[in-house]
């Protein structure tokens, strides 16, 4: 029995990480980048290098069909070639579709050792540069799963309604490129999804086993990114929504950014489309970063960590968890100045 | 060089299609299923028999267009094959070769061409927020279009580098960076490769 949950389960590396930004995560959710740094340096101690010359994995072109698979191979290459010059080994990629590719790329290597010397060729050949294959690949989901016990003493909440004393109800999703290319890769692997669920069970929430729990967010690459065929993304999401709303959680918890941004920005869509929320008060379902998550409940004040550019509004949230909030802080910049507020949705209430 | 033999070229595609038995355990999961008159196990089916004519009539079509690269059906083959995979393979023969023209949603990789692929060409992510047009991009809300609008005043707060220089989210990829990036796209294909694209378009 014990071995057969050997292949449910994943090394993650101690400490000493080398953190691979990504494009989605930067641009939607920038304050969850910062806090996952923020935590494990300062709540955990850990040692994290956050290097200047990465950039793109190329991923989100990849599945895309615009980038060829040498070039995201050799793209790949590079990035670990800057780990290698900064001598780490343990590489920690920001986002679902990057953490894929390179366990893609790895798991190819492997199998076909030549095809990693044509890397090395092209790499040579592109830039004059050298790597080595990293001995560790953790999403950074993965370090905060890993740590959550660590974590929870530090915490000054916890995933319990303060109103009913009963523990929060939660949709996890992990996104399909965390387990679904490499089972192995994920915690939990495809079938039970639990580095998500691991955070919240620690950390006093309920896990929802909803029917459609494994199926895609909707993103599809070309089916979201070409404006006329995202009616695919949004009727894959709008599954999701259906299959969950019975058992009325109190919030989603997502893995990847790109999720994150769908599950939160469809349910705008489909109130305004269809006059249609997925909870009973017109507001929608707040949907959040694990490290957003794991930020509110160190303390992080939530509008550092970016919960005012969310679609769906997190206020309820906090207030059932507790969380002290500054209501005029909401709308400011960062010397303190109020901006413009922005405007309201018609259907959904914010 | 016929069609197989294309197919073959890519380092993926044997992989990709070992032995297909037809189960349609691939098109139970498949989202794109759902929402397409698409079918993966057709597709596999129809790589497998092998026959030219077949082939090259379903690069000309819509259908490899619909798979939305979820990759769910490679966690369900009883035979470990991976059809979103071998439907990566035949997109880029059908690039390769021109055939994606002849299809209206074959068509729409002149459009990822000149989003996707410019970006990473230009500033080195596949995605920027400047770059997230608010008037293109409806479904992103009211809440998009402010912060659209007052980045520059906002993100110090979320403890980004918005077209800073140095490390940190958001950061502009310093110009020597870019190079290297361009260099291997150049060196693999990749450059050539979008500029068939865009020539065929
Ligand atoms: S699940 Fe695998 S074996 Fe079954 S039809 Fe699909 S590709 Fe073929
Ligand atoms: S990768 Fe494509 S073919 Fe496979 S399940 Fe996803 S959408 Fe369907």
């Not at chain 1, 691991?198 to 494994?214: L, T």
């Not at chain 1, 967010?217 to 894959?236: D, H, M, P, T």
């Not at chain 1, 790109?258 to 006059?275: P, R, S, V």
């Not at chain 2, 870019?178 to 796209?185: C, G, H, P, Y």
């Given at each position: 029995m014990k071995r057969f949950w050997n292949g449910y389960q994943k090394a993650i590396a101690d400490d000493h990480y080398f953190y691979e930004r990504s494009c989605i995560r930067q641009t939607f959710f920038p304050g969850s980048e910062a806090a996952f740094l923020k935590i494990l340096r300062e709540e955990l101690g850990k040692d994290i290098c956050d290097n200047p010359h990465q950039h793109t994995c190329t991923g989100i072109g990849y599945h895309s069909d615009v980038v060829p698979f040498e070039t995201t191979m050799t793209v790949v290459a590079r990035l670990f070639s800057l780990m290698t010059e900064c001598g780490y080994r343990n590489y920690v990629p920001s986002c679902v579709t990057s953490f894929g590719v390179f366990t893609e790329m790895l798991a190819k290597w492997e199998e076909e050792p030549e095809l990693k010397e044509k890397a090395r060729q092209y790499l040579w050949d592109a830039c004059r540069r050298e790597f080595e294959v990293p001995d560790n690949i953790a999403h950074p989901s993965d370090i905060i799963f890993k740590f959550r016990f660590d974590l929870k003493p530090k915490m000054?909440?916890?995933?319990?309604?303060?109103?009913?004393g009963k523990p929060l109800r939660v949709v996890e999703h992990i996104g399909c490129h965390y387990a679904k290319i490499?089972?192995?890769?994920?915690?939990?692997?495809a079938e039970f999804p639990y580095v998500l669920a691991g955070m919240i069970e620690a950390w006093g929430g309920e896990v929802i086993d909803y029917p459609?729990?494994?199926?895609?967010?909707?993103?599809g690459f070309r089916q979201y990114l070409v404006q006329e065929n995202r009616g695919y993304s949004i009727a894959n999401t709008q599954k999701k929504f259906e299959s969950m709303?019975?058992?009325?959680?109190?919030f989603i918890l997502t893995n990847c950014p790109g999720c994150n941004m769908f599950l939160d920005k469809w349910q705008y869509t489909i109130a305004e489309m269809?006059?249609?929320?997925?909870?009973?008060?017109?507001?929608g379902i707040p949907v959040l970063t694990y490290e957003e998550l794991t930020g509110l409940l160190l303390g992080y004040d939530p509008w550092s960590l970016g919960?005012?550019?969310?679609?769906?509004?997190c206020e309820r949230l906090m207030d059932k968890i507790g969380i002290p909030y500054n209501p005029a802080e909401k709308y400011c910049d960062f010397t303190g100045r109020r901006l413009p507020s922005p405007e309201k949705p018609e259907f959904l209430k914010v | 060089m016929n069609l197989i033999e294309h197919l073959k070229e890519d380092v993926r595609f044997e992989e990709s299609l070992?032995?297909?038995?037809?189960?349609g355990v691939c098109t139970a999961i498949c989202p794109a299923a759902e929402f397409y008159d698409y079918d993966p196990r057709r597709i596999c089916d129809l790589v497998q028999r092998g026959d030219e004519e077949e082939i090259e009539q379903v690069l000309r079509?819509?259908?490899?267009?619909?798979?939305?690269?979820?990759?769910s059906c490679k966690t369900r083959c009883p035979r470990g094959n991976v059809p979103g995979e071998l439907i990566s393979v035949l997109r880029k023969v059908s690039q390769e070769l021109g055939?994606?023209?002849?299809?209206e949603k074959g068509r729409q990789q002149v459009l990822l061409m000149n989003s996707v692929h410019r970006n990473i060409m230009e500033?080195?992510?596949?995605?920027?927020p400047d770059r997230v047009d608010p008037d293109y991009h409806p479904e992103q809300g009211p809440i998009w279009r402010w912060y659209h609008e007052h980045i520059a005043d906002i993100a110090p707060k979320l403890g980004a580098n918005y077209h800073?220089?140095?490390?940190?989210?958001l950061r502009d990829i310093s110009e020597e960076d870019l190079q290297e990036v361009r260099k291997i796209f150049e060196v693999t294909g990749g450059t050539e490769f979008s500029e068939k694209v865009k020539k065929n378009s």
């Amino acid at each position: 029995m014990k071995r057969f949950w050997n292949g449910y389960q994943k090394a993650i590396a101690d400490d000493h990480y080398f953190y691979e930004r990504s494009c989605i995560r930067q641009t939607f959710f920038p304050g969850s980048e910062a806090a996952f740094l923020k935590i494990l340096r300062e709540e955990l101690g850990k040692d994290i290098c956050d290097n200047p010359h990465q950039h793109t994995c190329t991923g989100i072109g990849y599945h895309s069909d615009v980038v060829p698979f040498e070039t995201t191979m050799t793209v790949v290459a590079r990035l670990f070639s800057l780990m290698t010059e900064c001598g780490y080994r343990n590489y920690v990629p920001s986002c679902v579709t990057s953490f894929g590719v390179f366990t893609e790329m790895l798991a190819k290597w492997e199998e076909e050792p030549e095809l990693k010397e044509k890397a090395r060729q092209y790499l040579w050949d592109a830039c004059r540069r050298e790597f080595e294959v990293p001995d560790n690949i953790a999403h950074p989901s993965d370090i905060i799963f890993k740590f959550r016990f660590d974590l929870k003493p530090k915490m000054k909440y916890q995933l319990v309604n303060r109103f009913t004393g009963k523990p929060l109800r939660v949709v996890e999703h992990i996104g399909c490129h965390y387990a679904k290319i490499f089972t192995h890769a994920g915690i939990g692997n495809a079938e039970f999804p639990y580095v998500l669920a691991g955070m919240i069970e620690a950390w006093g929430g309920e896990v929802i086993d909803y029917p459609e729990r494994r199926h895609c967010c909707g993103f599809g690459f070309r089916q979201y990114l070409v404006q006329e065929n995202r009616g695919y993304s949004i009727a894959n999401t709008q599954k999701k929504f259906e299959s969950m709303e019975s058992y009325e959680p109190d919030f989603i918890l997502t893995n990847c950014p790109g999720c994150n941004m769908f599950l939160d920005k469809w349910q705008y869509t489909i109130a305004e489309m269809e006059h249609k929320t997925y909870d009973k008060e017109g507001y929608g379902i707040p949907v959040l970063t694990y490290e957003e998550l794991t930020g509110l409940l160190l303390g992080y004040d939530p509008w550092s960590l970016g919960l005012q550019i969310h679609q769906v509004q997190c206020e309820r949230l906090m207030d059932k968890i507790g969380i002290p909030y500054n209501p005029a802080e909401k709308y400011c910049d960062f010397t303190g100045r109020r901006l413009p507020s922005p405007e309201k949705p018609e259907f959904l209430k914010v | 060089m016929n069609l197989i033999e294309h197919l073959k070229e890519d380092v993926r595609f044997e992989e990709s299609l070992k032995a297909c038995m037809n189960c349609g355990v691939c098109t139970a999961i498949c989202p794109a299923a759902e929402f397409y008159d698409y079918d993966p196990r057709r597709i596999c089916d129809l790589v497998q028999r092998g026959d030219e004519e077949e082939i090259e009539q379903v690069l000309r079509s819509d259908t490899i267009w619909y798979c939305g690269q979820c990759m769910s059906c490679k966690t369900r083959c009883p035979r470990g094959n991976v059809p979103g995979e071998l439907i990566s393979v035949l997109r880029k023969v059908s690039q390769e070769l021109g055939l994606f023209r002849h299809s209206e949603k074959g068509r729409q990789q002149v459009l990822l061409m000149n989003s996707v692929h410019r970006n990473i060409m230009e500033i080195g992510y596949c995605v920027y927020p400047d770059r997230v047009d608010p008037d293109y991009h409806p479904e992103q809300g009211p809440i998009w279009r402010w912060y659209h609008e007052h980045i520059a005043d906002i993100a110090p707060k979320l403890g980004a580098n918005y077209h800073g220089a140095g490390p940190g989210a958001l950061r502009d990829i310093s110009e020597e960076d870019l190079q290297e990036v361009r260099k291997i796209f150049e060196v693999t294909g990749g450059t050539e490769f979008s500029e068939k694209v865009k020539k065929n378009s």
